[in-house]
C-alpha cells in the first residue's frame, strides 16, 4: 500500500529565505506525482506535475525534484515571500492518488 | 476557461435530509473523483470514476453514493447525511486515473 509523507507538518521562515519541502513515498510504481497549494479553507491549486520519466520541473520561483529509486520529491521554493505561506501537498500518482497530509508553511515578513 | 465547477460551495443542512453536491468538467475528462478533507486526516478518496462506464469505491465510502450518467457530470449524493459527514468536499477530473489532477474549489458541508 502506497504512504506518502510531508516532513516537516510545519515551516516557519523568514522572507526571503530558500526552503525545500519534502515528500516521501514507499513504493515506486507511480506514474506522475503533482505539488499543490492550498490555502486556508480553499481550494487546491496546482503547481507542477513531475513525470515518472523527468528529473524536475520548474515554474517560476518553484522547482520540484523527483527521484523515483529512492522514493522521494523535493519542491524548492526560492527568495520565500509572505505570499507564499499556504500548505503544500504532493500527491502520488499511481495504480492509486495517494495525498500527503502536507507542509504548513509561514513566511515571516 | 477550463475548470471542474461544484454546488453549492457552502451548505449546512439537517441530519436526514437527502442531498446532492453537483461537479462538472468541461475538458473531456474521463476520470473523476470526490474526495473529503478534515483536519490531521488530510484528502482521503470517497469515489472514483475511470469513464462513465466504470466507478468505483475509494478509501471512505460509506454513506455516499455517486452517479457517472455522462462524462462531464459526477455528483456526490448523501442519502442520509449524518453530522460525521460535516468536511471539506473536493471534486477532481483528469484526463486518465493517474495524470493531472484538476480540482473544484471545494464545498463545505456542515450536517447538525
Known amino acids: 500500500k502506497q504512504e506518502v509523507t510531508q516532513i516537516p507538518a510545519a515551516l516557519s521562515v523568514p522572507e526571503g529565505e530558500n526552503l525545500v519541502l519534502n515528500c516521501s513515498f514507499t513504493?515506486?510504481?507511480?506514474?506522475?506525482l503533482q505539488w499543490f497549494r492550498q490555502d486556508p479553507g480553499k481550494g487546491l491549486t496546482s503547481l507542477l506535475l513531475i513525470q515518472s520519466s523527468q528529473r524536475e520541473q520548474t515554474s517560476g520561483r518553484l522547482n520540484a525534484s523527483l527521484d523515483k529509486s529512492s522514493g522521494r520529491s523535493t519542491l524548492y521554493i526560492a527568495a520565500s515571500q509572505p505570499g507564499d505561506s499556504a500548505t503544500y501537498l504532493c500527491?502520488?500518482?499511481?495504480?492509486?492518488?495517494?495525498f500527503g497530509k502536507g507542509t504548513k508553511l509561514t513566511v515571516n515578513p | 476557461e477550463a475548470q471542474v465547477t461544484q454546488n453549492p460551495r457552502y451548505l449546512i443542512t439537517v441530519t436526514g435530509k437527502k442531498l446532492t453536491v453537483t461537479c462538472s468538467q468541461n475538458?473531456?475528462?474521463?476520470?473523476m473523483s470526490w474526495y473529503r478533507q478534515d483536519p490531521g486526516l488530510g484528502l482521503r478518496q470517497i469515489y472514483y470514476?475511470?469513464?462513465?462506464?466504470v466507478t468505483d469505491k475509494g478509501d471512505v465510502p460509506e454513506g455516499y453514493k455517486v452517479s457517472r450518467k455522462e462524462k462531464r457530470n459526477f455528483p456526490l449524493i448523501l442519502e442520509s447525511p449524518s453530522p460525521n459527514q460535516t468536511s471539506l468536499y473536493f471534486c477532481?477530473?483528469?484526463?486518465w486515473g493517474a495524470g493531472e489532477q484538476y480540482f473544484g474549489p471545494g464545498t463545505r458541508l456542515t450536517v447538525t
Open positions: 470514476s475511470m469513464n462513465v462506464e
Open positions: 475538458m473531456n475528462h474521463e476520470y
Open positions: 513504493d515506486s510504481a507511480i506514474y506522475n
Open positions: 477532481a477530473s483528469s484526463l
Open positions: 500527491a502520488v500518482l499511481s495504480e492509486k492518488l495517494v
